[in-house]
């Protein structure tokens, strides 16, 4: 318990969760989404880091599995929200190599669980870690042989963001439920909080969609003679 690196695990996981739940509150591309949305990526990966050396020092498969995930989750986020229109870099691909890698171990384990009679809970996180580990790198191979443009690139880095926060919270308010008192148990709240992030990122999707819908419908309604005035004027 007197380890500089769990000291560190348990403060990084406290600020990604604040600056997580702050930069999701704030409008998306200003000043102070932008700040908590910088501490949180740092937050995350220290948290992701010490968790994937607390588990090689404890053996703790899981939590390796979940610190580079989240380390992967957070980077490609990042990432993706400060590139410019294009393909993909030396980086993606190893990213891509690294996320593929991850999800075949997964479903290795998992199914060798599942054969051995063992269809535990963690059992069943490895199959549904494995299938976003599946979807990153498909998402991934799209990225880099076309490239995302537009809303494509902030729906990447929305959800990806939104994952990682939820890997955060799920391993806070049910990986530690029993600190909560029974009363908040019994009201279900810590396994509302961990999955809050999941329905954000569903709500934010959503509008994001339906905002291009919006925009593509009005430019396909929009008079084809318009001045050049007028264009800059409501740009």
């Known amino acids: 318990m007197g380890s500089p690196v769990l000291a560190l695990h348990i403060a990084a996981g406290i600020a990604g969760l604040i600056s997580g739940a702050a930069a999701m509150t704030f409008?998306?591309?200003?000043?102070?989404?932008?700040?908590?949305?910088?501490?949180?990526?740092?937050?995350?990966?220290?948290?992701?880091?010490s968790a994937a050396y607390l588990s090689v020092k404890t053996g703790d498969f899981g939590n390796?599995?979940?610190?580079?995930?989240?380390i992967y989750m957070v980077g490609t986020a990042w990432s993706t929200a400060r590139r410019r229109d294009g393909g993909g870099t030396l980086l993606d691909w190893?990213?891509?190599?690294?996320?593929?890698?991850g999800g075949a171990a997964l479903l290795f384990l998992s199914i060798r669980g599942v054969r051995a009679h063992h269809v535990t809970p963690p059992t069943i996180a490895g199959f549904f870690l494995a299938a976003i580990a599946f979807l990153c790198a498909a998402g991934d191979l799209r990225?880099?042989?076309?490239?995302?443009?537009?809303?494509?690139?902030i729906s990447r880095h929305l959800w990806r963001m939104c994952f990682a926060l939820f890997v955060a919270s799920g391993?806070?308010?049910?990986g530690r439920i029993r600190i909560f008192p029974q009363a908040i148990r019994e009201l279900y709240i810590p396994w509302i909080l961990a999955f809050l992030p999941l329905?954000?990122?569903i709500f934010w999707l959503l509008r994001i969609r339906g905002k291009k819908a919006y925009e593509t419908k009005a430019g396909r309604h929009?008079?084809?003679?318009?001045?050049?005035?007028?264009?800059?004027?409501?740009?």
């Open 222 to 235: 929009q008079p084809a003679a318009v001045s050049r005035d007028t264009k800059q004027t409501f740009a």
């Open 27 to 49: 409008r998306k591309g200003g000043d102070r989404h932008r700040m908590y949305g910088n501490v949180f990526v740092i937050s995350m990966l220290c948290l992701g880091a």
């Open 64 to 70: 390796l599995v979940g610190g580079v995930f989240t």
């Open 171 to 174: 391993s806070f308010f049910l």
């Open 94 to 101: 190893a990213g891509l190599i690294a996320i593929l890698l």
């Open 143 to 153: 990225m880099i042989r076309g490239g995302l443009v537009g809303s494509q690139r």
């Open 199 to 201: 329905l954000l990122m």
